[in-house]
């Protein structure tokens, strides 16, 4: 590492090059006939046609800026969801708004808290701006909120808390989120990440809404990218109270959106059909993988989204390096997960059905191998 004494070239800031930077799941697999990308938690069933359609009337008249605001994008959000607005940031992807929070609301030498498994640009955001990350540790890969709430210093400003988290896939019961609310100082900022919202079927859930709409210090971020299947477009947005989302508009480069990610939003949420597919298929697939890898005697833990976490044994032979090795070579591309805390497991995203039942079907000649 070059010394940040060294006047030969231009350096980065304090702390810049203590931030390991994310690395996104593997793409491809060398070798492989057909490949079968599982490690991203995408639509095995892709987006809307109706998106398509949307996005080809686009590329007509790309020499024109988007709307700033993305007004259609966020009265289609709010129309859909029952809110307003006004109080509704969109931004290029999630991980973008969750990016502005934190530089908007941690200076150098604040604490900002989130969970041992929890999602890793957290801590890069942390870092990024200046300030310090405090990880949380977890109970049954679960958050756990009395160890949050005991985390808490006079120097914590912000709380990241992923529900659903990933790459776990569990959740906290809202009447738990409430806990964690009524415990912070009104001063401290929980920012709700519910990106894997929609694919929840558990009465006691939900993604934060209506204690955003009677707080003043929470904030829940969405996105188009799971549920939508618009990773690649990279739509996101946050519903918060007025003086957040005045700060973040602030904050935010002026055209942030793309005018194709605009009306791709816009079509997206006109599909409600499709959703539904989503959904069903998520919910059928998601029971069968987990029954079928815990028939194979490999524990899965139990996921409120559309991935499930696979555990691998302590043996050598059948380590989740070996596995993922494996699977490769055969056009599986699964998540490793060594980053999140967990070197003995491989995350899968539930996809097609010749995916789910092949990954079944080559882990189990694995494991016998």
Not at 20 to 48: F, I, Q
Not at 106 to 135: C, N
């Amino acid at each position: 590492m070059t010394k940040a004494t060294d006047l030969s070239r231009p350096q980065p800031r304090a702390g810049v090059m203590d931030i390991e930077a994310y690395v996104p799941g593997k793409s491809g697999a060398h070798g492989a006939v057909k490949v079968h990308k599982l490690s991203s938690n995408e639509n095995p069933l892709g987006s809307s046609p109706k998106v398509v359609e949307a996005v080809r009337e686009v590329a007509g008249r790309l020499e024109f800026y988007p709307d700033g605001s993305a007004t259609r994008l966020r009265e289609s959000i709010g129309e859909a969801h029952g809110l307003n607005p006004a109080n509704i940031v969109c931004s290029n992807g999630s991980d973008e708004v969750l990016g502005l929070l934190a530089q908007t609301y941690l200076s150098p030498g604040d604490e900002a808290i989130f969970t041992e498994h929890g999602f890793l640009v957290y801590k890069i955001y942390i870092q990024a701006a200046g300030a310090v990350p405090v990880s949380v540790r977890e109970t049954e890969e679960r958050a756990n909120v009395d160890a949050i709430l005991a985390a808490v210093t006079q120097k914590t400003k912000v709380v990241f808390l992923a529900n659903p988290n990933n790459p776990t896939g569990t959740y906290l019961p809202f009447e738990e989120i409430r806990r964690l609310h009524a415990g912070l100082p009104k001063h401290v900022l929980l920012v709700l990440d519910a990106a894997y919202a929609e694919y929840v079927r558990r009465n006691d859930y939900e993604a934060g809404v209506e204690l955003v709409g009677n707080a003043q210090n929470v904030v829940m971020t969405r996105t188009f990218s799971k549920i939508h299947g618009l990773g690649g477009m990279r739509i996101g947005w946050m519903y918060g109270p007025g003086h957040v989302v005045d700060a973040i508009n602030r904050m935010r480069g002026p055209f942030n959106v793309s005018a194709a990610a605009i009306e791709a939003g816009v079509a997206a949420l006109k599909d409600r059909a499709h959703v539904d597919r989503t959904i069903a298929h998520n919910e059928q697939w998601l029971a069968w993988l987990s029954q079928e890898l815990a028939a194979l005697g490999l524990r899965v833990t139990p996921s409120v989204g559309n991935f499930v976490l696979i555990h691998f044994p302590a043996d050598p032979r059948h380590s989740a390096e070996k596995a993922d090795a494996w699977l490769s070579e055969r056009g599986y591309i699964l998540r490793r997960v060594a980053a999140y805390g967990f070197p003995d497991a491989l995350r899968m995203t539930v996809g097609t059905e010749e995916a789910n039942r092949g990954v079944v079907a080559a882990l189990a000649a694995f494991l016998k191998s």
